[in-house]
């Protein structure tokens, strides 16, 4: 009997315990509940016009610092998400409720994010022209003729190349810049069109 007795005054202890913290559960949903409802609102009064006014500066500064964290990173990522940011701002100027700043500055931010992915993997999947193709090169030297390796003269110093097509490739004679891949050269005697 004793066993059971403890049990149950266990179990109602715990009831008890339980019941309590989800009242008090309910009651801070419900403040949350009540502040979020002030806030996004239409605002009316004055004092929450002035807290409103808060709000943009808040936005503001946080695009402010995003934009300048940007110019550390230079990915373009943080510029977007400064953009949104200083969008929010804008429509909080604006006096609308904090859901609709929200709103705005996520699907700015959700849209610059999509667009700036899309502009990068366009960029790595086709590489940009060098300013380098299409000038001349002189032929130094021949490294290994036969697999078409050879040393030219650019910008005053000795750069490593290779020869796409020999016809027409001596030492001393110009050749053109087809491509660069990394340290080397791609050259022709033939000017890219």
């Known amino acids: 009997m004793s066993l059971i007795a403890s049990l149950h005054g266990w179990a109602k202890t715990w009831t008890d315990q339980t019941a309590s913290a989800f009242h008090r559960l309910?009651?801070?949903?419900?403040?949350?509940?009540?502040?979020?409802?002030?806030l996004s609102s239409p605002l009316k009064s004055g004092a929450l016009r002035d807290k409103a006014m808060d709000a943009y500066w808040w936005w503001a500064i946080g695009g402010i610092a995003l934009i300048i964290a940007e110019l550390i990173t230079g990915t373009f990522?943080?510029?977007?998400?400064?953009?949104?940011?200083?969008?929010?701002?804008?429509?909080?100027?604006?006096?609308?409720?904090?859901?609709?700043?929200?709103?705005i500055a996520a699907d700015i931010a959700i849209s610059g994010v999509a667009l700036v992915t899309r502009f990068r993997q366009n960029q790595s999947s086709s590489p940009g022209m060098s300013l380098d193709v299409g000038q001349?090169?002189?032929?130094?030297?021949?490294?290994?003729?036969?697999d078409g390796l050879a040393r030219v003269r650019y910008r005053d110093a000795v750069w490593d190349a290779k020869v796409i097509d020999q016809?027409?490739?001596?030492?001393?004679?110009?050749?053109?810049?087809?491509?660069?891949?990394?340290?080397?050269?791609?050259v022709?005697?033939?000017?890219p069109g």
């Open 77 to 103: 990522y943080l510029l977007v998400l400064g953009i949104a940011a200083l969008a929010g701002a804008a429509v909080a100027w604006l006096h609308y409720s904090f859901g609709i700043q929200a709103l």
């Open 26 to 38: 309910a009651d801070g949903a419900n403040v949350t509940l009540h502040l979020w409802h002030t």
């Open 188 to 191: 022709s005697a033939i000017r």
């Open 167 to 186: 016809k027409g490739a001596e030492a001393g004679r110009p050749l053109y810049i087809k491509h660069v891949d990394g340290n080397t050269l791609h």
């Open 136 to 146: 001349s090169v002189v032929l130094d030297e021949w490294v290994n003729e036969a």
